[in-house]
């Protein structure tokens, strides 16, 4: 079963910054940062244009790091398990040292022999240049987008002149050494200061998104059907497409405010008050959405869809500020911030919301006498949350200073290396990849925990369920990134796809088994067993798929590069959700059967005649008439098994071959031209 409020999961490694070798400017230079969209490429070494008198002689250990510099980062990446004799530009130095002349002739024969078998390679795999991808775990279902900058970047070291604090009067301080080992409290008192402040701010945005994406769709079942719910999926959609105004967040600001905190402030402030509006009319707004059947949910669609678009467009803004919030040697500590800061915000809102929501959780552990409502509202909550904003937002205003900066980005000019991303026949490819992987199991994550309630399933006991998942996610998801650096990550990748394909037939039998005289607790802990294997499987493939994704993103156009791989990750996530719903509904039968004779106590007009009770309002209407709604075709099931019958054909017919093709390419076959990355 899936890990709302997503399917994606955050890895708390901190990734450090690879040093290059003095003076060489190789292909696979350390990460950009986000900001850094357009720039000429360095020029790259071939082996081929390197002769052995021109290096030095004295240090023969220099030349065959070069060699294996060069070769292992200008031509095929190398995994562990993989030889290097499936690579025809690999030579021994030995060879290459016995005789110049003819080792330079052979190299160059080798080189045109290896350029002619990629070649056929790529047109009869129809694969050649590209590149692409894309939550959160938190969407949860949020995938990593940053890259570390490179310390020695002229771009980087264009940012860090134009800050207000820069000066040539002092003598230059000490070329800073990254330790990747460092903990929090070896950093220095200001980058903690601003790590904690990035918590805060990244947590803020869990909040909402916890609820939109997690809790919402639970407090809905009551009042709307499955295919109703699918349009509240529609919610969540601007964290999938906030790659479409990022360059506008990046190029238009205040220097009067401050560039991240001309978009902060403002839409921070915004979103607390919109929270504390849509807090004072949630109970009214939950049943108007049920309201006329069902039609009432687009409007309450539409002022969540409003909030999560406040909290993408924030995040764009936070992400940006990261990256000069935090010295050059630990930046690598902003994407831990958003990891915990997310993270914990999520949770928030989607675990322990829920169970303080449930009367029963309420009941058990804080009442003597029982009452029908939770200790948390969602009016309430949501009220709280949006005055907690605004405060923040003040604080941050009058007690953060940002420092001033010239840099300005160009949006046409990002906008022109999306366009040249997207150009390259390999991005094309694994932007279908990633645009059909999730539909195997996407009747799981979006359908089984709503079927659970429906069959009975407490909300306390679902509580309970993810809170015990969260520590075994974040204890799988450090192995899971272990596994993806020691193994090709694309043949990880692979294995988890095929276990969360067996997870949604295992969660579609532990609903099937649902007791008829209640929940046992042996059923409880079938539940939480499948919950963990199917989170296990989801946090292993988005770890593998986000190593590929940094292995091959173009380190000129890091920034862009990721963020639209992420995004085109986390939108084959969401997009199927609707369709998956409206499914459910279109393949379920249920008929409403009048009482044989009229209840006195009926609370609605008496049933007297069968309907078809498959909406919620309908069942809702039958029940309350005295008539009962028997269900002779659950449409999850059918939903379900075509799902999975579907990511069966499509992983061993396409997914699973093209994936690996991609992964045996040359990383240049993911570059863009001089031209276009220069632009």
């Given amino acids: ?52 008198n021109q290096l030095p002689t004295s240090d023969s250990s220099t030349h065959t790091k070069l060699e294996q510099i060069t070769r292992e980062e200008l031509d095929y990446p190398q995994y562990p398990g993989e030889h290097s004799e499936s ?82 009067d002092n003598d230059p301080p000490p070329t800073p050494i990254h330790n990747s080992n460092s903990g929090f409290f070896d950093l220095p008192s200001r980058d903690r200061r601003n790590f904690l402040l990035l918590v805060l701010l990244y947590f803020l945005q869990g909040i909402p998104m916890g609820l939109a994406s997690g809790s919402v769709p639970f407090l809905l079942k009551k009042h709307l059907s499955y295919g109703q719910i699918g349009v509240f999926s529609l919610a969540s959609y601007p964290y999938s497409l906030k790659l479409l105004w990022s360059p506008i967040v990046d190029a238009v600001w205040s220097p009067k405010l401050g560039r991240r ?7 921070q402030m915004f979103s607390g008050f919109a929270m504390i509006y849509m807090g004072s009319r949630a109970a009214q707004m939950m049943v108007a959405a049920g309201a006329e059947d069902g039609s009432g949910v687009w409007t309450f669609t539409w002022w969540w869809f409003s909030l999560v678009f406040l909290c993408a467009t924030q995040d764009i803004a936070v992400d940006g500020w990261a990256l000069t919030l935090l010295s050059p040697p630990n930046l690598s500590y902003a994407s831990t911030a958003q990891t915990v800061g997310l993270t914990a915000g999520s949770f928030m809102s989607y675990t322990v919301f829920l169970a303080f929501n449930s009367p029963d959780f309420a009941n058990h ?41 010239q840099e300005r980005d160009g949006i046409l000019d990002v906008y022109k290396s999306m366009l040249g991303i997207l150009k390259l026949r390999n991005i094309q490819v694994i932007i279908i990849i990633h645009l059909i992987a999730k539909i195997g199991f996407q009747a799981n994550d979006a359908v089984t925990n709503l079927k659970l309630l429906d069959k009975g399933f407490s909300q306390e006991d679902l509580a309970l369920t993810v809170l015990i998942d969260f520590p075994f996610e974040i204890g799988l998801g450090y192995y899971a990134g272990r596994w993806s650096t020691a193994y090709p990550p694309i043949h990880v990748w692979c294995w988890a796809f095929i276990g969360r ?98 209840l006195p106590d009926a609370k609605s007009t008496p049933i007297t005649a069968p309907f078809s009770c498959v909406l919620e309002n309908e069942k809702h209407r039958c029940i309350a008439g005295g008539g009962i709604c028997n269900t002779t075709r659950d449409g999850y099931y059918i939903t379900n098994v075509v799902c999975v019958i579907i990511g069966v054909v499509t992983f061993w017919g396409y997914i699973r071959p093209a994936a690996r093709r991609l992964q045996a390419l040359p990383l240049r076959a993911w570059r863009l031209s001089d031209d276009v990355a220069s632009r």
């Fill in 261 to 267: 905190k001309s978009w902060i402030l403002p839409i």
């Fill in 501 to 598: 394909l067996i997870a949604a037939v295992v969660a579609q039998g532990v609903v099937m088994l649902f007791p008829k005289d209640g929940v046992q607790t042996w059923y409880l802990f079938t539940v939480i067993a499948s919950h963990i294997f199917s989170t296990f499987t989801s946090t292993v493939m988005f770890v593998a798929i986000s190593a590929f994704h940094a292995r091959i993103a173009d380190p000129v156009i890091g920034g862009t590069y990721m963020t639209l791989l992420a995004t085109v990750s986390n939108l084959g996530g969401t997009f199927p959700r609707f369709f998956i719903l409206k499914l459910v509904d279109a393949f379920s039968s249920a008929t409403c059967i009048p009482p044989s004779q009229p």
């Fill in 1 to 52: 079963m899936p890990t709302p409020p997503g399917d994606s999961f955050f890895n708390l490694r901190s990734p450090s910054i690879s040093e290059p070798l003095p003076g060489l400017p190789l292909h696979n230079t350390p990460h950009r940062s986000d900001t850094e969209h357009a720039g000429r490429r360095p020029p790259e070494i071939e082996l081929k244009d390197i002769t052995p």
């Fill in 365 to 405: 552990w804080f009442r003597q006498v029982p009452h029908d409502n939770g200790i948390m509202t969602l009016g309430g909550y949501l009220t709280f949350w949006g005055w907690i904003y605004i405060i923040v937002t003040l604080g941050l205003a009058l007690l953060k200073k940002e420092e001033k900066t």
């Fill in 87 to 168: 690579h025809p530009l690999i030579q021994s130095p030995t060879e290459s040292d016995s005789d110049p002349e003819s080792s330079q002739m052979g190299r160059n024969s080798q080189d045109s022999e290896a350029r002619s078998e990629h070649q056929a390679s790529s047109t009869g795999s129809g694969i050649q240049n590209g590149h692409a991808n894309g939550n959160g775990k938190m969407n949860k279902n949020l995938e990593m987008r940053r890259k570390n900058p490179s310390i020695d970047s002229p771009t980087h070291a264009s940012n860090l002149m134009s800050r207000e604090t820069f000066s040539l």
